[in-house]
């Protein structure tokens, strides 16, 4: 196993879910159980644990004290985890890694809550180091463009030369054009220009302007499977598959 302690991965909790109701009344949707009862956070961090990583920090808006009764400090899973806490107001996805600023290491993870994969991020890592790389975004196809954001790549170099956030009107993929899975590596420089205590969209407001202007963004193509579980059936058809993946399950 790697040694991945110099990196913080933030892992964003603040989500409602409110498509997930009546499951996200009580949890927050990063707590919705994915097998045995666990949550899905739970699979999350101990995924990120076995491969080498221990130092986490998660942002709380929606009932926060479920995930910090649950976590606590970390130290019963083997890891440490601090809380950026946006009870009073979120602050979406640029906005929080704005306001956790502090907590994170120079090279960070970042990552959505809602998504469930068996993903091996020493890859996308080691296409960080290897690109010196202010950031780097994973790609796939796993789903139509039109369901989320579109990342056009220089297919030789996979730098990022243009990005389409959601909602846009590409209805095909083209040659060169991914989905945004919602993985990243970043560098803490990114976040150095992001205005304090102001809520803005990363896929939004962040990365288009960086893109614009030429900076070392990448796009790392993922082979695994990532699944968004924001709606009920995306939730069912998630935990049948993970059921079929379970020999990679840190579960186990």
Do not use: C
Not at 14 to 37: C, E, F, N
Not at 99 to 120: N, P, Q, R
Not at 152 to 167: G, H, N, Q
Request: charged fraction near 25%.
């Amino acid at each position: 196993m790697k040694d991945y302690s110099k990196y913080t991965v933030f892992i964003l909790g603040a989500g409602l879910g409110t498509r997930l109701r009546p499951l996200t009344d009580t949890v927050p949707k990063v707590m919705i159980p994915i097998y045995k009862g666990k949550p899905l956070l739970e699979h999350t961090v101990l995924l990120l644990k076995e491969q080498g990583f221990i130092n986490f920090v998660i942002n709380l808006h929606y009932l926060p004290d479920v995930i910090k009764n649950y976590f606590g400090d970390g130290s019963g899973f083997g890891v440490n985890i601090q809380y950026s806490d946006e009870s009073d107001r979120a602050m979406e996805t640029g906005g929080a890694l704005k306001k956790a600023e502090a907590f994170l290491s120079d090279d960070f993870v970042f990552i959505y809550g809602d998504e469930l994969h068996f993903f091996d991020f020493h890859k996308l890592i080691e296409f960080y180091k290897e690109k010196k790389a202010l950031g780097v975004v994973t790609l796939n196809r796993s789903n139509d463009p039109w369901m989320g954001d579109v990342a056009e790549i220089d297919l030789i170099t996979k730098k990022v030369v243009k990005w389409y956030a959601r909602s846009h009107n590409i209805k095909e993929f083209g040659e060169n054009q991914y989905l945004n899975a919602g993985l990243y590596i970043l560098s803490k420089e990114i976040i150095k220009d992001i205005p304090e205590n102001t809520p803005l969209r990363f896929d939004i407001h962040i990365i288009p302007p960086l893109v614009d202007a030429g900076a070392d963004i990448y796009g790392f193509l993922a082979k695994e499977d990532i699944l968004d579980i924001g709606t009920p059936e995306k939730y069912e058809f998630a935990k049948d598959w993970y059921i079929k993946n379970i020999d990679k399950s840190p579960f186990k």
